[in-house]
């Protein structure tokens, strides 16, 4: 008989090995999992991921930066069941349904009908790929073909598509495949600890926007769209900066007429203190990419949203002119389904302000952290966290992670920053164990 003998006890099949025979984990060189062993989990319940063998751990990342309302969420898990016995999917190519109908009028209204037009796919990658290629298609049908250019900032992070890649500058990520990608500009990124002694934030803000406008000064003719990570640079190690740069970068792009893509994936759905973190300063992109939360770190989902300008520029009688772009499971009825049921937990029980409350409780738990002496930079943007680990170790981010895990915490450092982007059902008592875990973490070194 082949396959696993289902009486035989979960606890007791190595499923760390059968992993490593057959599982390509992401993000990863397969070799040092000779080490560092795989961590195998069984369920999940809130904030904790539980082991085969009662071991349990504190998601402090959001399952990379997912999860917002904890795992297997009652009343999320409520909403898939209810669409499962109606319909699981069908292609949004000719067809359409209930769902992805809701979940697109719901996000037009999050943006005050600016974004009025909704394109599905799958993951952020996905979703950033497409707002490249609609911005460029649309100066295509404009009559400005020669509009192929791309501009992003130093450090950003986009997604590991060959498109996405082009626009991302983490050497990491890019430097592999750069024979495969298409040149873009990169300019200096407006991330504060990039600023010079003695110059403050606000300064520092202008100097980058100041890039930015030169840069557009001399390449805008050639020039489709400026992406950003609005806020919070992610894979950069959790880099922030000033809205005031979003609100210059709007008015730069509308100058030299550029797109502005705001790349929300991993920072949209409350991470930075508003629903959306263009909110903060007051503007509305040209496209806005969601994923990540979007479904509650459920299902695989994302979407590029757009004004009606843009949409029209695609709308006519010749095929060839219509964005021939598609995702197999774009709009997926389950997941549509998932955010919908994170977006009424959302309004039901007004997380944005209970995230206020949460993120004040949290610092103040983490005051030992940030006065650690092998602490710099420690910094709080909405519900993200972070800090760098003074050290030289080049194997510190997996040496922390297996700190972590031995505090019950889930930390998985980006070179030597550490960061916490929990979920946000996570309460008090949690809260106090995420900080004194790390803390002794921290003391391990």
Same mark, same amino acid.
């Given at each position: 008989?082949?396959?696993?003998? @289902?009486?035989?006890?979960?606890?007791?099949?190595?499923?760390?090995?059968?992993?490593?025979?057959?599982?390509?984990?992401?993000?990863? *060189?397969?070799?040092?999992?000779?080490?560092?062993?795989?961590?195998?989990? #069984?369920?999940?319940?809130?904030?904790?991921?539980?082991?085969?063998?009662?071991?349990?751990?504190?998601?402090?990342?959001?399952?990379? !930066?997912?999860?917002?309302?904890?795992?297997?969420?009652?009343?999320?898990?409520?909403?898939?069941?209810?669409?499962?016995?109606?319909?699981?999917?069908? /292609?949004?190519?000719?067809?359409?349904?209930?769902?992805?109908?809701?979940?697109?009028?719901?996000?037009?209204?999050?943006?005050?009908?600016?974004?009025?037009?909704?394109?599905? @796919?799958?993951?952020? #990658?996905?979703?950033?790929?497409?707002?490249?290629?609609?911005?460029?298609?649309? !100066?295509?049908?404009?009559?400005? &073909?020669?509009?192929?250019?791309?501009?992003?900032? *130093?450090?950003?992070?986009?997604?590991?598509?060959?498109?996405?890649?082009?626009?991302?500058?983490?050497?990491?990520?890019?430097?592999?495949?750069?024979?495969?990608?298409?040149?873009?500009?990169?300019?200096?990124?407006?991330?504060?600890?990039?600023?010079?002694?003695?110059? @403050?934030?606000?300064?520092?803000?202008?100097?980058?926007?100041?890039?930015?406008?030169?840069?557009?000064?001399?390449?805008?003719?050639?020039?489709? #769209?400026?992406?950003?990570?609005?806020?919070?640079?992610?894979?950069?190690?959790?880099? /922030?900066?000033? &809205?005031?740069?979003?609100?210059?970068?709007? *008015?730069?792009?509308?100058?030299?007429?550029?797109?502005? +893509?705001?790349?929300?994936?991993?920072?949209?759905?409350?991470?930075?203190?508003?629903?959306?973190?263009?909110?903060?300063?007051?503007?509305?992109?040209?496209?806005?990419?969601?994923?990540?939360?979007?479904?509650?770190?459920?299902? &695989?989902?994302?979407?590029? /949203?757009?004004?009606?300008?843009?949409?029209?520029?695609?709308?006519?009688?010749?095929?060839?002119?219509?964005?021939?772009?598609?995702?197999?499971?774009?709009?997926?009825?389950?997941?549509?389904?998932?955010?919908?049921?994170?977006?009424?937990?959302?309004?039901?029980?007004?997380?944005?302000?209970?995230?206020?409350?949460?993120?004040?409780?949290?610092?103040?738990?983490?005051?030992?952290?940030?006065?650690?002496?092998?602490?710099?930079?420690?910094?709080?943007?909405?519900? +993200? !966290?972070?800090?760098?680990?003074?050290?030289?170790?080049?194997?510190?981010?997996?040496?922390?992670? *297996?700190?972590?895990?031995?505090?019950?915490?889930?930390?998985?450092?980006?070179?030597?920053?550490?960061?916490?982007?929990?979920?946000?059902?996570?309460?008090?008592?949690?809260?106090?164990?995420?900080?004194?875990?790390?803390?002794?973490?921290?003391?391990?070194?």
């Amino acid at each position: 008989m082949s396959g696993i003998d @289902s009486e035989i006890p979960l606890s007791s099949v190595p499923l760390r090995e059968r992993s490593l025979r057959t599982v390509w984990h992401p993000c990863t *060189q397969m070799k040092q999992h000779e080490v560092l062993p795989l961590v195998p989990i #069984a369920r999940g319940k809130g904030v904790w991921l539980y082991g085969f063998d009662g071991e349990r751990y504190l998601d402090a990342i959001g399952s990379w !930066w997912v999860n917002l309302f904890g795992h297997t969420n009652p009343r999320i898990n409520a909403a898939i069941h209810e669409q499962l016995d109606r319909l699981e999917h069908v /292609m949004l190519a000719g067809f359409t349904h209930e769902p992805v109908v809701e979940l697109s009028e719901r996000l037009s209204r999050l943006v005050s009908g600016k974004l009025g037009h909704c394109f599905y @796919s799958s993951d952020g #990658a996905s979703a950033t790929e497409i707002a490249l290629k609609m911005s460029f298609h649309y !100066w295509h049908n404009s009559g400005h &073909p020669e509009k192929n250019d791309f501009v992003s900032l *130093q450090n950003g992070y986009h997604g590991e598509t060959l498109g996405t890649l082009s626009v991302t500058d983490v050497a990491l990520f890019r430097d592999t495949y750069a024979p495969l990608l298409r040149h873009s500009a990169h300019v200096l990124t407006p991330d504060w600890r990039y600023a010079a002694a003695g110059e @403050s934030v606000e300064d520092y803000t202008q100097r980058a926007a100041a890039a930015l406008e030169a840069h557009l000064a001399q390449h805008h003719a050639k020039t489709a #769209a400026l992406i950003v990570e609005p806020l919070v640079q992610g894979a950069a190690g959790m880099g /922030m900066y000033h &809205p005031d740069y979003l609100k210059l970068a709007r *008015q730069i792009c509308d100058k030299y007429r550029v797109h502005l +893509i705001a790349d929300e994936i991993a920072v949209g759905f409350g991470r930075t203190g508003t629903l959306f973190a263009c909110e903060q300063a007051d503007i509305t992109p040209d496209f806005l990419c969601l994923a990540k939360g979007l479904s509650g770190g459920y299902l &695989p989902l994302s979407v590029v /949203m757009t004004t009606d300008s843009i949409y029209q520029a695609f709308y006519h009688d010749e095929t060839t002119h219509g964005f021939l772009h598609s995702h197999t499971h774009a709009g997926n009825a389950l997941a549509c389904r998932a955010a919908l049921a994170t977006l009424d937990i959302f309004e039901q029980d007004s997380i944005i302000e209970a995230n206020r409350v949460k993120a004040s409780y949290l610092n103040h738990a983490v005051r030992p952290i940030a006065s650690h002496p092998k602490v710099r930079n420690f910094r709080n943007c909405g519900m +993200i !966290w972070a800090f760098e680990v003074e050290t030289d170790d080049p194997a510190f981010a997996g040496k922390f992670f *297996q700190a972590a895990l031995a505090q019950e915490l889930v930390l998985r450092p980006l070179g030597n920053t550490v960061y916490f982007m929990p979920p946000y059902i996570i309460d008090q008592q949690e809260m106090d164990l995420l900080a004194a875990g790390t803390l002794r973490a921290l003391d391990s070194f």
